[in-house]
């Protein structure tokens, strides 16, 4: 503890970063003066993050201390979306939320409200409980357009997801993923792995800071991983690169899928992808060459396409080909811990959020339109939602009830906004004020990471159970306080969840080694000692979880839908090759969503130090394509698609391929999502195909004025 002369004291107190992904929350050292943080640094010796921060953990002052944090209850006090509210106490506005809550249920049914979770994602298992013990199937996230189509894939393929095991593989096949910008902690572990002699093949259409690491970079047309997928296992298989024992003993459909594979020649992969053949089968050969290789992809890319689940099977089709399914140094099962962390951590948080089986509940949103995904996801389908609201089929959706629900992150945001305008209550919890507290009926202020406590374990069963490092700003709360403040109120039959958010975590944790009490003892973290040991190739004892106990390369689970039960490729819906009737208009093909350091989402727009790094929304555009429309560097123009148009200015960079344009989203200055159709989704998944549609730029009429 530091005082310097005349001052207050100063104290280190320890906490995280909660403004990412689940997945990627680092250790923070906060230096708090007089009860605010006024620095932060990350935590030495934190074996996920390394003491290291990113750009947006380092801004966390101005994140917690931003001029747009809601600070107490309010409830709208004119027509919904007119902007007044009035303050209200805690114990009125959680009252008034309940009893609107429950007299909706009493006339239409408890499934008509529906519980959404964005980001952050910790209070998921609350939120999830409070549906279902209040009685609604309706718990719907963000990971509708996020992450969990790629676990479909593989569990089609494989009946579950298998994940690269990067410290110990030999070569890895980095497709459509950029660490640095997405998961600052495992960009460090990839590159100490590159050190050692790691065989790095980076697939994408994009430049970035992986490529000058990689040996090989497939430079692919945007929506064509499948093609260039199929076109790899065709090298491996034609050159009898393939792992024969695991395909003959553990695989389904193989001469199907050779014979299918068959069809994607170096020089017809060439032309639908853009890669030139030379690279293809260069790529094959390493990976399928050095043993163990794994394959890692990011959350979004490959599956943000109308073609994306067949896509990602395609590429995930080949972990099994080249026999490196579970394999130490491939891609490797490991169980569920806690919170989308994976480890030898036991818990009951499936048991936890899921209080009531499916068949005590209404059918979901979404199980008609994708059963699939809802076959494989214990949520429903958060695309599926605006329709419903609309139409009030198969039942209405009266209400919503919302934890950091923003409507720009559906594609067409508007019909989104739209169904928002329709509900009969909307509940939303957030930090900040924004565009969709706005819209909402009864706005609940939560708290951050460092206002509250959390339980978080990490790969390498890594724990950390925090306590808050600052009292909360105004009557802020934590979601998971709020979450079991309401279920007093709209389902108190559910006395664990009614009992508060620390008697949850000692409940769900109860298996394991681990305790809150002892968790207490570590402020930092620690590194507990496994309740199960880690095991490789499962599959010997147990099979795999599909249909036929194999891996399938041809899903009988998908011809039983009407799907193509191989990993078929199909032009995404909007392209130059699909629909070149189109093109002539809109020539160009747009990709969005691509990370940028300092954002995540819509989050750190309203951070001035992150703001002012891209003060103004900007389309990355190719040099090549900006000289033959005129644009200059910086210059404002039209980015136009079949739906809409949006304002931005012109960032000329050969981080894209010429032919194709990249707008970062979530800004409400352009929103990326207003220009895509809500119906242009994957017909199996149902995610959307926000990173391929074509478009046009060219200068905006306005720039001479407004320049």
């Not at 065989?199 to 000058?212: A, R």
């Not at 209550?425 to 202020?445: E, G, K, Q, S, W």
């Not at 001035?608 to 200059?632: C, G, K």
């Not at 989704?681 to 149902?686: F, L």
């Amino acid at each position: 503890m530091n005082k310097p002369a005349g001052g207050a004291a100063l104290q280190i107190k320890h906490t995280i970063c909660d403004i990412c992904n689940p997945m990627t929350h680092c250790g923070i050292d906060a230096h708090i003066r007089d009860g605010r943080v006024v620095k932060v640094e990350g935590t030495p010796g934190n074996p996920h993050s390394m003491g290291r921060l990113c750009v947006k953990g380092a801004a966390s002052r101005q994140y917690i201390y931003n001029s747009e944090r809601l600070l107490t209850p309010m409830r709208q006090s004119g027509e919904r979306g007119s902007g007044g509210f009035e303050a209200l106490s805690w114990d009125k506005a959680l009252d008034l939320a309940g009893e609107r809550l429950k007299d909706i249920a009493a006339k239409y049914g408890p499934e008509s409200v529906a519980f959404f979770v964005g980001y952050p994602k910790w209070m998921r298992p609350f939120v999830k409980r409070l549906a279902h013990s209040f009685g609604s199937p309706n718990f719907l996230t963000e990971s509708s357009t996020c992450s969990t189509a790629v676990s479909l894939a593989h569990w089609l393929n494989y009946g579950s997801f298998a994940g690269p095991d990067i410290p110990n593989a030999k070569c890895l096949l980095a497709w459509s993923a950029n660490p640095f910008y997405s998961n600052a902690p495992a960009a460090g572990k990839l590159m100490a792995a590159r050190q050692r002699g790691l065989k790095i093949i980076e697939v994408g259409p994009m430049l970035t800071p992986m490529t000058k690491h990689a040996d090989i970079h497939l430079r692919m047309r945007p929506g064509t991983s499948g093609a260039l997928a199929l076109a790899l296992a065709n090298v491996i298989i034609s050159e009898d690169l393939y792992d024969h024992e695991f395909v003959a003993r553990w695989t389904v459909g193989f001469p199907e899928y050779k014979t299918y594979a068959a069809q994607f020649g170096l020089e017809r992969a060439a032309g639908i992808t853009g890669v030139a053949p030379e690279l293809i089968q260069a790529a094959a050969r390493l990976y399928a060459q050095t043993k163990p290789a794994a394959i890692l992809t990011g959350a979004g890319a490959t599956v943000q396409h109308t073609n994306g689940l067949q896509n990602t099977r395609a590429l995930s089709s080949l972990i099994g080909l080249c026999g490196n399914y579970d394999q130490k140094g491939g891609n490797v099962v490991t169980p569920h811990s806690f919170l989308e962390a994976s480890g030898g951590i036991v818990t009951r948080e499936a048991e936890f959020s899921q209080p009531k089986a499916w068949d005590q509940m209404a059918p979901r949103v979404g199980l008609a339109d994708f059963p699939l995904w809802c076959q494989a996801k214990p949520q429903a389908h958060a695309l599926a939602l605006a329709d419903q609201i609309i139409k009030g089929e198969p039942y209405p959706i009266k209400a919503v009830v919302g934890f950091g629900l923003n409507f720009r992150m559906w594609p067409g945001s508007d019909h989104m906004a739209r169904a928002l305008g329709e509900l009969d209550y909307f509940v939303n919890v957030d930090l900040f004020h924004t565009d969709t507290t706005r819209m909402a009926d009864m706005v609940l202020p939560a708290c951050s990471s460092f206002e509250r406590s959390e339980l978080k374990i990490l790969p390498g069963n890594f724990a950390i159970y925090t306590k808050p490092v600052i009292e909360p700003l105004g009557e802020s709360r934590s979601d998971a306080d709020i979450a079991c403040d309401l279920a007093k109120r709209i389902c108190p039959e559910d006395e664990l969840l009614s009992s508060g958010h620390r008697a949850c975590l000692e409940w769900m944790l109860e298996p394991s080694a681990l305790s809150l009490e002892e968790l207490e003892k570590h402020p930092k973290g620690m590194v507990a000692k496994p309740d199960r040991p880690m095991e490789f190739k499962k599959y010997e004892k147990q099979g795999f979880k599909t249909p036929s106990g194999k891996m399938e390369f041809y899903s009988e689970q998908l011809a039983r839908t009407g799907q193509e039960p191989l990993p078929h490729f199909k032009e995404p819906e909007l392209s130059p090759v699909s629909r070149p009737d189109l093109a002539k208009d809109f020539p160009l093909i747009l990709t969005t969503g691509a990370r940028l350091p300092m954002y995540l989402h819509s989050r750190t727009y309203r951070v001035p130090w992150l703001r002012r790094l891209r003060p103004d929304p900007m389309v990355d555009i190719n040099p090549a394509d900006a000289r033959e429309r005129n644009i200059a560097k910086e210059q404002w123009v039209t980015l136009s698609t079949p739906k809409a148009s949006v304002r931005v200015r012109a960032n000329l960079t050969k981080s894209v391929p010429p032919g194709v344009v990249s707008l970062y989203h979530g800004n409400s200055q352009a929103d990326a999502n207003l220009l895509i159709e809500h119906s242009y989704r994957d017909p199996v998944s149902g995610f959307p195909g926000f990173k391929s549609l074509i478009c046009q730029v060219a200068i905006d009429p306005g720039e001479d004025k407004q320049s």
